[in-house]
């Protein structure tokens, strides 16, 4: 114990400074508070896909076992495919298909409110830099009755790619480096001011103009002189050079399990793990889950096995450190009544891995008894999925839910309908389990010294 003690203290002077100035940095939170506010769109177009891919499609999971009814087949399926699947489509084209503005948006509104300026023309001013870099052209085949195949550039055709998944850090980039300039601008008073007499959103809009010049007029230059000198357009050039790199990279598990044991640590001196890993999470994984929906939706198989949600559905069953687990061995095994007591406050959130009551109350924070259990068992978690994921075993996920949503039936619905996975996340908790009952047990012979 003493030296679990001296662990502890070791890490709290390593680690407490340097997620202090994580926790102050203005882009990483831009970042984070981004992402966080398009919840709501991107979980009307997730759930769209879902019931999409899992149910109403003659193809999917479910489809086609109801589809073996003749009844179903004859009248319902027809019903769903004629009008409800057009209705699930536009809800994925309206929302995950064009995610990248929305990305916009909200990085540039959190970075301007982080450092006080008009939130709202930051984001606006950001996303016409963001438009200027889509290419206003695309190629096109034609092939008139009768005529061999002509292919050529249409000028006002966009192609849906310069919106979606694949333009996600090109939006990243924009929406911190364009919302900054904005920013810097606005702050050294390089504005257009006007009399007292103006109201006051008039006054705003003039002096978000010559801000607003510079960085859009700066990434109609960009845009040029990638062209110029790659060959591409800039959001093809930051793809082929910036996001497809850091995506491999992000595929490789050890780079996951080393955000996700950073999480937890940050967990045990106080401070909320995920919260600070997540723009690192959100830039290498949720590219990921997106192309992975967009592929289903189109009729195709999902490509990356590490997504966003991986964790939260194969690793971390009741919240950060895999805490329902913890629950279920403290009802089995502890002979504290405290730790008892607290368990029955505790189950009813942590089956929608809703777990302060645990890491504050228990305690887990600093608690030298529950130090390993706590740090370890996620990674091992999503070793394990990892390699069951990749033997094929299971599906990859290929949907995107609430994070509240229980464990088990969290997989079943990610994977849109693999009972598989289903049965991978209720044994990863059965271990899970197991890894923290020797420590529950143990926790019952110092409370008898005591």
Not at 156 to 170: C, D, K, P, Q, V
Not at 178 to 194: A, R, W
Not at 380 to 388: E, G, P, S
Request: hydrophobic share 55%; proline share 6%.
């Amino acid at each position: 114990m003493k030296f679990m003690d001296k662990l502890a203290a070791g890490l709290e002077k390593f680690l407490m400074p340097i997620a202090e100035k994580l926790g102050r940095q203005k882009q990483l939170c831009a970042l984070r508070d981004g992402f966080i506010a398009t919840l709501p769109v991107a979980m009307a177009g997730a759930m769209g896909s879902l019931f999409l891919n899992a149910l109403v499609r003659d193809t999917s999971v479910f489809g086609e076992k109801l589809n073996k009814i003749d009844a179903y087949a004859q009248n319902i399926q027809p019903f769903l495919t004629k009008y409800i699947q057009p209705i699930l489509g536009n809800m994925w084209w309206g929302t995950i298909a064009l995610t990248s503005l929305f990305i916009v948006l909200a990085i540039a509104y959190s970075l301007g409110r982080a450092y006080d300026v008009d939130p709202f023309a930051t984001a606006l001013v950001s996303l016409g830099a963001f438009l200027t870099l889509v290419p206003d052209s695309t190629n096109v085949t034609l092939q008139p009755e009768g005529a061999a195949e002509v292919t050529g550039s249409a000028w006002g055709l966009i192609n849906y790619s310069s919106f979606n998944s694949t333009a996600m850090f090109t939006a990243m980039l924009v929406a911190l480096l364009g919302g900054q300039l904005f920013i810097y601008l606005t702050k050294k008073g390089i504005v257009i001011k006007m009399p007292e007499q103006v109201p006051p959103a008039v006054s705003k809009a003039f002096a978000a103009v010559i801000p607003a010049i510079v960085v859009i007029g700066l990434a109609g230059l960009v845009h040029s002189l990638s062209l110029a000198f790659t060959g591409m357009d800039f959001k093809v050039f930051i793809e082929k050079t910036i996001q497809e790199p850091l995506m491999a990279l992000g595929q490789s598990p050890i780079t996951y399990i080393i955000l996700i044991l950073l999480s937890q640590l940050l967990w045990f001196f106080g401070l909320h793990g995920l919260n600070m890993v997540e723009p690192a999470l959100n830039t290498l994984y949720k590219p990921a889950l997106y192309d992975n929906i967009d592929a289903v939706t189109a009729g195709g198989e999902a490509i990356n096995t590490l997504t966003r949600n991986f964790v939260d559905v194969y690793a971390m069953p009741g919240g950060s450190g895999g805490t329902l687990a913890l629950l279920i061995a403290i009802f089995i095994f502890s002979k504290r009544q405290e730790s008892r007591e607290l368990a029955k406050l505790a189950i009813a959130p942590g089956c929608f891995n809703i777990n302060e009551p645990v890491i504050f109350g228990l305690p887990l924070v600093l608690n030298p008894i529950y130090f390993i259990p706590f740090i370890i068992t996620p990674p091992i978690c999503i070793a394990i999925a990892y390699m069951a994921t990749e033997a094929g075993l299971v599906s990859r996920i290929c949907a995107e839910l609430p994070w509240v949503t229980p464990p088990v039936f969290h997989a079943v619905l990610a994977t849109n309908g693999d009972i598989k996975a289903g049965i991978l996340a209720a044994a990863l908790l059965l271990l899970s389990v197991l890894i923290w009952t020797p420590f529950v047990i143990a926790a019952n012979r110092i409370g008898n010294e005591e």
